[in-house]
């Protein structure tokens, strides 16, 4: 799985999710696009991962030959974090700071009105499982104390004899000069062969070691994870398969070989998510829209991610469960209201949806082996908005178990009630969960929602997302061909990308722009190696650079884009009042003139540029009526309506299709609510839009 370049056309992309496995081929000499589906093997992922690339080629007619380059996201990471027992895991610190962990940050979630009731979580790496190590680094990266190589041996040593097998290394100061750190790593090497070690001067070089020390102890967690699902994928793809250039997703939107990410894993904790954002920027783009919300809806949760300008937002502020992860990630906001959200009755007698899930196993109650509790999808299939059987015919959905289950939580409920008013309140309800979470990410940091469109993508976020379109007056809701299948395309849009950060904290009137150029160059050279060592071409290479800067006093930081070229004073103005502008878009104010500046890491990112892919173009000019499957009563507004059920793949560009509609295709149902229509563009995208009618009376 080296980084050279493949010799076939073929670019495949796999998205493994918990339930299915999402596979797109793209050949772009031909122009062609195919998708699949195939069952995730959670017992060995890498089976379902090679099934899928197999199954699509047999779909195409190519051989594994034809295979160019596989383009992979992955949840080992994240499952690793959140589904794993946290064992096995030492830290070493300098002396004096054992209790780094257990100090943590003042900062409590939901702010101090939750201080009565917040719990701190439980340490990542019990207090016996700490080992502190003598030698001291200042803020400069200057020795204050030589490191104590025979500490180390005993810490090393220690963590051999608890059976420790990850350690985590956080040392004081080690961003600013990595000699002890990597010190440290050879004695332990020396003593305990056998142990995964992460070096936080490799992980996050920067400074504020609560962060640093956690991203690190996450990274040595799920190296080992990583390191043997890529060693499974090796053995299954076999030799043809293993040619080609194997690369694994970032979180913060680029790709990277595989070689790179065993390395350091913790740049993929959310690499599914980040794909579809990034597919989901290619769409609005093809649609003709440059501001959009991301509503990406699956069976447990639905994430949402803000894409202005066809960017989507990068924050280094995330989590993973509760972990603090401070790494470049796309910014994506997640809320527990899937197609497998449990509806239930609450202490105080009232219905709510969510978080609670099903899961793939059991699932939905109208699933084969469904279980017992009524979902979201169990609700739409009541109200005739789902067909009676999902992918193609590959589950068959029981209507009278999912309208049974209903039936007996309205009695529960204790309200008179038909079925179908208790279905209607279920997905009103995850309606407005997904639309709050949209106004938290829009309104909350002064941004109209009504200015943006609606990209919804997932198995179950088109038979919904329209009437959320409505609930924020929002623009349009963009719908893409293959909607569950998404992710796995932007897997193919996106390019290499290597991170890069120092810090070196400066006020404003010691920036030195020879001082600045310098470490820019260095940063700069620190990707270009790594991009070379994936086989990418200088010629290809392309370098972002930015700096995170706060007002002198501020405890946090605005991260914020640096003029490119030589950096001279202009170019140090200009990055200050980039500052300046970011920090009064973000909080609402500025202080230009009044407080001084200072940045504290500068940063760089090199990306690889590949060229993207695009949706191949569908016929036009013919009639949508041969397009229409059946007509069937679906639930609106109170009662049935007889409404038209359409077959997806066989819309022509053009079409319009009046409200109420039902548009179905593999993996995917599209409901188009009363007062709405949905048009198709060239590229099988439909959008879907008040009727002007609609428009006035909302007025």
């Known amino acids: 799985m080296d980084g050279g370049s493949g010799k076939g056309n073929l670019r495949i992309g796999i998205d493994t999710g918990g339930t299915f496995t999402d596979i797109v081929s793209i050949d772009a000499a031909a122009g062609t696009m195919n998708v699949t589906k195939v069952s995730s093997t959670p017992h060995n992922p890498a089976v379902g991962l090679v099934q899928g690339i197999h199954d699509v080629l047999e779909q ?34 300098t002396k004096g700071f054992r209790h780094i962990l257990e100090i943590a940050r ?3 979630p939901d702010g101090y009105g939750n201080s009565y009731f917040w719990v701190k979580p439980d340490r990542l790496v019990p207090l016996h499982f700490v080992q502190e190590v003598g030698g001291r680094l200042n803020f400069k990266g200057e020795e204050l104390t030589e490191l104590d190589e025979d500490s180390v041996r005993a810490a090393a040593r220690a963590l051999k004899q608890q059976d420790i097998r990850a350690v985590g290394v956080c040392l004081m100061h080690s961003y600013a000069n990595n000699t002890h750190e990597k010190r440290v790593a050879e004695i332990i090497s020396e003593e305990h062969p056998d142990a995964v ?14 962060e640093r ?25 076999g030799p043809t398969l293993r040619e080609p250039p194997f690369l694994v997703m970032q979180s913060s939107g680029g790709v990277i070989s595989a070689e790179q990410v065993v390395e350091k894993p913790i740049t993929t904790a959310l690499s599914g998510p980040a794909a579809g954002a990034l597919g989901a920027a290619v769409v609005s783009k093809l649609a003709g829209f440059d501001n959009v919300v991301t509503l990406d809806a699956g069976g447990t949760s639905t994430d949402i991610c803000l894409i202005e300008d066809s960017e989507p937002h990068i924050t280094t502020d995330a989590s993973v469960g509760p972990f603090p992860v401070r790494l470049p990630m796309i910014d994506i906001r997640t809320v527990g209201t899937g197609g497998g959200s449990i509806a239930w009755k609450t202490r105080e007698g009232n219905l709510n949806v969510g978080p609670i899930s099903a899961g793939a196993v059991p699932g939905p109650m109208c699933y084969p082996e469904g ?26 959905l029981n209507v009278e178990r999912a309208r049974q289950g209903i039936a007996d939580l309205a009695k529960e409920l204790g309200r008179e009630m038909s079925v179908e008013e208790l279905a209607a ?37 088109p038979a919904q997302s329209p009437a959320v379109m409505d609930l924020l007056n929002m623009e349009a809701c963009i719908v893409p061909p293959n909607p569950g299948n998404l992710s796995a395309f932007g897997l193919l849009a996106v390019d290499w990308r290597s991170d890069h950060i120092l810090t070196r904290v400066t006020q404003q009137d010691d920036i030195d722009p020879a001082a600045v150029a310098e470490i820019y160059a260095t940063l700069e050279g620190e990707a270009r190696e790594t991009l070379i060592r994936d086989g990418l071409a200088a010629e290809t290479h392309r370098y972002v650079r930015e700096a995170d800067v706060r007002y002198a006093g501020q405890s946090m930081e605005v991260r914020v884009t640096a003029p490119s070229g030589e950096v001279d004073a202009g170019a140090v103005e200009a990055l200050i009042e980039a500052f300046h502008a970011a920090h009064e878009r973000t909080f609402g104010y500025a202080y230009r003139g009044e407080q001084k500046v200072e940045i504290v890491n500068f ?10 892919p695009s949706l191949p173009r569908i016929d036009g000019g013919g009639d949508a009526e041969a397009a229409r499957k059946a007509t069937r009563p679906v639930y609106f507004e109170g009662g049935f309506r007889d409404t038209p059920v359409f077959n997806r793949a066989r819309l022509p560009a053009g079409t319009r299709i009046e409200g109420p509609a039902v548009i179905e295709e593999f993996g995917s149902t599209t409901v188009v609510f009363p007062g709405q229509f949905a048009t198709v563009d060239d590229h099988g995208i439909i959008v879907v839009r008040r009727s002007t009618d609609e428009i006035e009376r909302i007025r």
């Open 60 to 93: 195409t007619g190519d051989d594994p030959a034809d295979v160019g380059v596989i383009c992979h996201g992955t949840t080992v990471a994240t499952n690793a974090l959140l589904q794993g027992q946290i064992e096995g895991l030492g830290l070493i610190v």
């Open 106 to 108: 003042q900062a409590v």
């Open 197 to 210: 070690v992460s070096l936080s001067c490799d992980v996050l070089p920067e400074y504020r070691e609560y």
């Open 213 to 237: 020390a956690v991203t690190t102890l996450v990274d040595a967690f799920v190296k080992p994870y990583m390191s043997r699902y890529l060693g499974n994928v090796a053995e299954e793809l």
């Open 371 to 396: 279980g017992d509790a009524p979902t979201i999808t169990d609700a739409n299939l009541a109200l005739g908005r789902l067909p009676a059987e999902l992918i193609g015919g590959g589950i068959e």
């Open 425 to 461: 309140g279920i997905i009103e309800i995850a309606n407005w969960n997904q639309a709050n979470m949209i106004r938290q990410m829009t309104i909350q940091r002064g941004i109209d929602p009504r200015d943006f469109a609606l990209l919804s993508f997932g198995g179950s976020g």
């Open 603 to 612: 940063c760089l990112s090199g990306f690889g540029t590949i060229e993207r």
